[in-house]
T-cell receptor, first 114, second 112 residues
């Protein structure tokens, strides 16, 4: 039981490049979330999903797209990376019956855009 | 605009000291308050507080919520080096997807 895993752990992109961050959970959770964490800003929700095939915007969705084709996976895409997207990205998941406090976080992906 | 403010931003104490971390919030439709511990990687859940005046306790950590004054404190007694981490406070809002607004955290360093 690995919990929530994220790949890659680190990535450096040049401005304008694209990439996809993968989040996988093996707890059969319904809800999945993508956050970014920046110095002095706290964790901010980018997008979330309440089930397979559904996604919704969070607080800071611009410049990102997501997909939830399989229940266990939640993908975060950057189509044209910008330096402002340099951040640490965390994925989280929780079960349908669980409260939001029962989010399980992944280990994070550190992304640098030059 | 919903906001959560934590203080102090950083703190250095010696092992054995007692520390108090503060969290104030201004949000619409407050539901509950969360505390997390973040050591280098993923945040891990510590407490959820929903009712005023009821202390939650886990070992040397305890927390309480004051819904009238809109703040919470996290106490750590007899600190150990393993308590060194960033402590995050977050307010959960009612409705919708239960939006969670995080503070920027308090960085605690416990030195031997």
């Amino acid at each position: 039981n690995a919990g929530v895993t994220q790949t890659p752990k680190f990535r450096v992109l040049k401005t304008g490049q694209s990439m996809t961050l993968l989040c996988a959970q093996d707890m059969n959770h319904e809800y999945m979330y993508w956050y970014r964490q920046d110095p002095g800003m706290g964790l901010r929700l980018i997008h979330y999903s309440v089930g397979e095939g559904t996604t919704a915007k969070g607080e800071v969705p611009d410049g990102y797209n997501v997909s939830r084709l399989k229940k266990q996976n939640f993908l975060l895409g950057l189509e044209s990376a910008a330096p402002s997207q340099t951040s640490v990205y965390f994925c989280a998941s929780r079960g349908l019956a669980g409260g939001v406090y029962e989010q399980y976080f992944g280990p994070g992906t550190r992304l640098t855009v030059t | 605009e919903d906001k959560v403010v934590q203080s102090p931003l950083s703190l250095v104490v010696h092992e054995g000291d007692t520390v108090t971390l503060n969290c104030s919030y201004e949000v619409t439709n407050f539901r509950s308050l969360l505390w997390y511990k973040q050591e280098k990687k993923a945040p891990t859940f510590l407490f959820m507080l929903t009712s005023s005046g009821i202390e939650k306790k886990s070992g040397r950590l305890s927390s309480i919520l004051d819904k009238k004054e809109l703040f919470s404190i996290l106490n750590i007694t007899a600190t150990q080096t393993g308590d060194s981490a960033v402590y995050l406070c977050a307010a959960v809002l009612s409705g919708g997807y239960q939006k969670v607004t995080f503070g920027i955290g308090t960085k605690l360093q416990v030195i031997p």
